[in-house]
């Protein structure tokens, strides 16, 4: 009987896991165990044997279901603290950083643009990019048979059969909110308009939308030379320095006289750099608004006059800021966007430098 107990307790102490457990549980207590059948040769015993070994044995069998029960209870701790250790999460440590997505280069400009022209007293103005016809040509002196209109790779919408009416178009410019503007406000004004245009047309300098800002002047007795004051103005809050403007005279539909304006620059080993040198780059065109258009848009073109200009915003955001490709702007490369882009706390400001 003893030899049986430390059997059975010393291999129960060391039993490794739940099933060497369960083994020795069989092994011992079990219906074949070695316990069990000690307790079957009860009855082969005279009574007075059994009064003896009968409590012994019970005795037994109790003592061991008790270490069974006891270890059963320790391993299964033990697998916990095993676990608790492996699975231990500090959640008092601070997050990893994230990261957060930045202003498109497009629209840093966008701002600066209006930040600049809004301290010159222009409001900002917009309009729809699918636009009428009569918007974005007829209204601007261009009409039906006119070459710009062709020029333009306008991007025509879809009109049901036998409907007859000029299909819609996706504006080629952002002159169109020059009419809707008069029309809405009259003169005098003072506006500008930031936007999308469309084309179709695609190689390294051109992509089938980009972004144009339109400005119109309107009141009395504004003239070619406010014009140029407000250009050259711009430019040199925008690029921070100096920038003088040379206007070649052109020829657009809807302005008289009318000039393509290059800024100054310097081409040293294929770079740009805007306010220097003796180079010249076009960056917009403009002139003064032709009687006809101030017509279209309900001014009486005897009593106001005044400039208007588009200039591309994707161009002179490549030269502020160095970027080679115009199609890099819409590839959304993250790794350009997070080179190029430009963070939500950098808002533009005259004062400080744009
Ligand atoms: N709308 C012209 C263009 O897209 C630019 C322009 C605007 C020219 C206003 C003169 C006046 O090319």
New binding site residues.
């Given amino acids: 009987m003893n030899d049986l107990k430390t059997k059975y307790l010393s291999a129960i102490a060391a039993a490794a896991d739940e099933s060497a457990l369960e083994e020795l549980r069989v092994q011992a207590v079990g219906k074949k165990g070695e316990v069990s059948l000690k307790m079957r040769e009860l009855g082969k015993m005279t009574p007075e044997e059994r009064q003896v070994m009968g409590p012994q044995l019970n005795a037994l069998k109790d003592e061991i279901n008790s270490a069974l029960a006891a270890k059963k209870v320790a391993l299964a701790d033990a697998a916990l603290d095993i676990r608790l250790k492996e699975e231990w999460l500090d959640v008092t440590l601070p997050v990893r950083p994230q990261r957060q997505g930045s202003i498109h280069p497009v629209s840093q400009v966008w701002e600066e643009c209006t930040a600049i022209f809004a301290d010159m007293g222009f409001a900002v103005a917009e309009g729809p990019q699918v636009e009428q016809a009569w918007y974005n040509f007829d209204a601007l002196n261009i009409p039906g048979h006119h070459p710009a209109r062709a020029e333009m790779d306008t991007f025509y919408m879809h009109r049901a059969e036998g409907d007859d009416r000029p299909p819609h178009v996706l504006r ?4 169109p909110v ?1 009419i809707r503007s008069m029309e809405k406000h009259g003169a005098p004004l003072r506006i500008i308009c930031p936007g999308r ?1 469309y084309r179709a047309d695609y190689d390294q300098t051109h992509t089938p939308m980009f972004h ?1 800002v ?2 119109l002047a309107i009141g009395k007795d504004i003239s070619m030379a406010n014009l140029k004051w407000v250009l050259e103005e711009f430019f040199s809050a925008y690029f921070g320095k100096k920038v003088k403007t040379r206007f070649r005279a052109s020829h ?1 539909p ?2 008289e006289p ?1 000039a393509e304006v290059d800024i100054q620059c310097s081409w040293e080993n294929g770079t740009v750099k805007v306010g220097e040198g003796d180079g010249w780059l076009e960056v ?4 003064m608004v032709h009687p006809k258009v101030l017509e279209a848009g309900g001014i009486d073109p005897k009593e106001w006059q005044g400039f ?3 200039m591309g915003i994707d161009r002179i955001a490549m030269l502020k800021y160095g970027i080679p490709d115009l199609r890099a702007f819409f590839d959304s490369d993250l790794r350009w966007l997070r080179h190029y882009g430009f963070s939500a706390l950098q808002v533009p400001t005259i004062r400080g430098g744009v």
């Fill in positions: 080629t410019h952002t002159s020059q245009v144009q339109e400005g657009f809807f302005t009318s917009l065109g403009s002139g208007a200009f588009g």
